[in-house]
């Protein structure tokens, strides 16, 4: 009996849709984008397509390959969380940006949204989930007043084993494990994901004799969502990986259409790079569905990472990339929606909407006697958020604001695959588009350093330096 997920007419029927008409000038107007303009980046797009192609063959998107590489590790994971998950109550996540917003995003997407207050047997028999992905010193301490430590599993992830956010709070509960349970048995409640062969943790957790799981070395942080870094806590608490994947591999296959008028993640970049020609720099990325809430939050550190870069490729000065902004809807209508109407027409909406949400949720048929409440009886709260968001997707289009839809038949991990799949090639894309390179982060680097500088941190005295000689405060501009 094969699973779901390998039926040709299941995927079918799970496949997600981008709607992009409210792009187009023919339907948003002047602030739109012509098929006239996407004609004339045809050259433009035919040697980004080329270098997708080129950079995926000489291993330098090795993330492209996820969904169809890791047959084994996922029988690792799924092997590894079968034989612990009866011991622990508790599995917390130690990381920060690419290696906790993506676990964070999937778990929020896929279980019940109180996950955490379930019983362990309403859980499937899995642990509770936390992401400590800040080093706020109230937070980590608020923690261990809610976990038992005996009861705990803690998972370092960190590519580089350098980031001084995680492996501080790595070092605080090692001592704290060590202390309560001894060296011999605190082994058990740590498990390491990090790089093969490269960074601190790699060799700390050799040492230490801790169960590991590798981050791909070709595969950067905003991009390992679909490696052991998404994989390993999503398994934890109960998510279908193999499925995970096998939407990825799905939305791979579609990313591969010749013609972009069909390829969802060229279009989603082609639009987003006119749009930001045209001085659009603000993406704003709005679910309909408390459950992908979080995807945006994962989003806005792939797009804003990859695509916010001073240099091109040549070296030139260009200053681009498209501040994300995160929205809910339909809460956010009734915050931002105004801004989005009347203000200035400098951002792109992505609406994120779903069709078939978990439960369907009945209004009473209360309050006939007041018009104004009486047509809400008898109707779902399911119709009532999708005709809000198809009824905002309207309002901007008449006020000129370009949005678009993507629409997921379902949330699940077949379609969730699909989504992360999509923004990340379509991040890599708009990166050619662009002429930068997507996949380094200098701009991170120099707040790095002078966090280093400021701590004391040896081999860092020129920077040391340099901060001692910035401009002092001025307290006229201090009140
Ligand atoms: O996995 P690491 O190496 O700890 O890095 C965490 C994050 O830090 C960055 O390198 C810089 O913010 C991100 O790209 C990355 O996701």
Request: proline letters at 4%.
């Amino acid at each position: 009996m094969s699973k779901r997920f390998e039926q040709k007419d299941w995927q079918e029927s799970m496949r997600l849709k981008l709607d992009f008409n409210n792009m187009m000038t023919s339907y948003v107007g002047e602030n739109g984008i012509s098929e006239a303009e996407i004609a004339d980046l045809q050259a433009q797009i035919e040697k980004a397509e080329k270098a997708m192609v080129e950079k995926r063959a000489n291993g330098g998107m090795d993330w492209r390959d996820l969904p169809y590489n890791q047959a084994d590790i996922v029988k690792d994971i799924n092997a590894y969380v079968e034989s612990v998950k009866d011991e622990f109550d508790t599995f917390v996540v130690l990381g920060i940006g690419g290696s906790a917003l993506g676990p964070i995003a999937v778990q929020q997407a896929i279980n019940h949204p109180y996950y955490n207050e379930l019983s362990k047997e309403k859980r499937g028999g899995y642990p509770k989930l936390y992401v400590m992905d800040n080093i706020d010193p109230e937070k980590l301490v608020s923690l261990f007043d809610i976990i038992e430590l005996d009861k705990t599993l803690f998972n370092v992830i960190t590519k580089s084993g350098s980031t001084s956010e995680t492996m501080s709070q790595f070092m605080i509960i090692k001592e704290m494990l060590e202390e309560k349970l001894g060296k011999e048995e605190s082994k058990k409640h740590v498990v390491c994901t990090t790089d093969a062969k490269n960074g601190n943790l790699r060799p700390i957790a050799d040492k230490e004799g801790y169960k590991s799981f590798i981050i791909p070395a070709g595969v950067g942080g905003r991009f390992s969502e679909l490696t052991p870094v998404g994989l390993l806590p999503a398994a934890m608490c109960g998510i279908d990986i193999e499925e995970l994947l096998a939407g990825a591999a799905y939305m791979d296959e579609l990313c591969k259409n010749d013609n972009t008028f069909k390829n969802p993640a060229s279009m989603y970049a082609i639009l987003n790079y006119l749009a930001m020609k045209r001085g659009k720099n603000i993406s704003v990325i709005m679910p309909y569905a408390d459950t992908l809430k979080y995807i945006g939050d994962w989003y806005a550190q792939l797009w804003a990472e990859s695509l916010g870069k001073k240099f091109d490729n040549d070296k030139n000065v260009v200053n681009v990339g498209q501040t994300p902004v995160r929205a809910l809807g339909a809460t956010d209508q009734h915050s931002q929606v105004q801004l989005y109407s009347e203000g200035p027409k400098d951002k792109v909406i992505v609406f994120v909407g779903v069709d078939k949400y978990k439960t369907t949720l009945d209004i009473p048929k209360i309050y006939g006697d007041i018009p104004s409440l009486g047509f809400l009886g008898g109707e779902t709260h399911n119709k009532l958020i999708k005709t809000e968001q198809m009824a905002t997707e309207y309002a901007l289009l008449k006020s000129g604001q370009t949005n678009m839809t993507i629409t997921l038949p379902e949330v699940n991990e077949f379609t969730l695959g699909q989504i992360l799949y999509l923004f990340e090639v379509a991040t890599g894309f708009a990166g050619e588009l662009l002429d930068i390179n997507a996949f380094d982060q200098p701009g991170v680097e120099e707040g790095k350093n002078a966090t280093y500088a400021m701590f004391g941190r040896p081999g860092y005295d020129e920077k040391k330096a340099e901060l001692d000689n910035r401009p002092a405060k001025n307290d006229k501009y201090i009140i």
